[in-house]
């Protein structure tokens, strides 16, 4: 297993659930190496009384809600509040946790957090994160396209125009302007995977794609084999600026 929750505590979170009638409950967790060697420990957390999900966003995260984001296994949800909002992960897609974080915060009538260490998240070679190691065609596929357009598209329906433009930034900065980024920094073999993936599903992503989508990306989706050609022109030459940098 990648994670676990820490020894002894689920009963106190259980209990705190149950006596503040939460709909959600926050605790902090620790990174791991693949031995269990503490990497880091994120004490972000206190306790705090029940607020609905709109007041807790905004006085307790605030603006730095991004750096928290996809942290769902800091979550603990009442069975009722996920069948009733219909809070399901999609099926065989990474990054599935960026938009459900925003939502289900949001749509949370009672929620707390409590400063408590109660999770390990260990990380390895093959994480499907990827530990910040080359990510492959499917990866960013699904990082720059699903996640990202899926947050905007989250963030249309958010009642607080500040906090959608917190989340379109977020989407854009991090998912969609990256996708150059992170296909020049894997294999060639991958970047024709990834073209691949987007020539499949050309006609799908354009009807999808939200406007905040910028026109590199729009240019990658509509014309996949010549961006390819570009990309794959563009690969050796970026390679070389890194190794000189170094």
């Known amino acids: 297993s990648d994670d676990m929750l820490l020894p002894n505590v689920g009963k106190q979170l259980c209990d705190n659930a149950i006596a503040n009638d939460l709909d959600v409950l926050l605790f902090n967790y620790q990174d791991t190496d693949e031995v269990g060697t503490i990497i880091k420990v994120c004490d972000f957390f206190k306790d705090t009384n029940p607020l609905d999900g709109y007041n807790f966003v905004n006085i307790i995260f ?3 809600i991004v750096y928290h984001m996809g942290y769902v296994v800091r979550f603990l949800l009442r069975r009722e509040f996920v069948k009733i909002n219909n809070l399901l992960f999609p099926e ?6 960026t938009v459900y974080f925003p939502k289900a915060l949001l749509l949370a009538h009672r929620i707390a957090s409590m400063d408590v260490l109660a999770y390990s ?10 530990g910040g190691k080359i990510m492959n065609a499917q990866k960013i596929y699904d990082f720059c396209f699903k996640a990202g357009n899926g947050l905007i598209q989250f963030a249309d329906d958010v009642r607080d125009s500040s906090l ?7 989407a854009k900065d991090k998912y969609i302007n990256s996708v150059m980024y992170k296909l020049l920094n894997t294999t060639p073999k991958e970047i024709c995977r990834f073209v691949t993936l987007c020539s499949l599903n050309k006609v799908k992503l ?7 989508f910028n026109t590199v990306t729009r240019y990658i989706v509509t014309y996949p084999y010549l961006m390819c050609i570009l990309i794959l022109a563009m690969h050796p030459i970026w390679r070389v600026c890194k190794l000189i940098k170094k």
Do not use: P, T, V
């Not at 065989?92 to 946790?97: F, K, L, N, R, S």
């Not at 959608?164 to 977020?170: K, V």
């Open 164 to 170: 959608a433009l917190i989340f379109q930034s977020y």
């Open 92 to 97: 065989g897609e990474y990054w599935e946790d």
């Open 62 to 64: 605030g603006d730095s």
């Open 206 to 212: 354009l009807n999808s794609l939200s406007k905040s």
């Open 121 to 130: 998240y260990r990380h390895h070679a093959s994480s499907i994160s990827g």
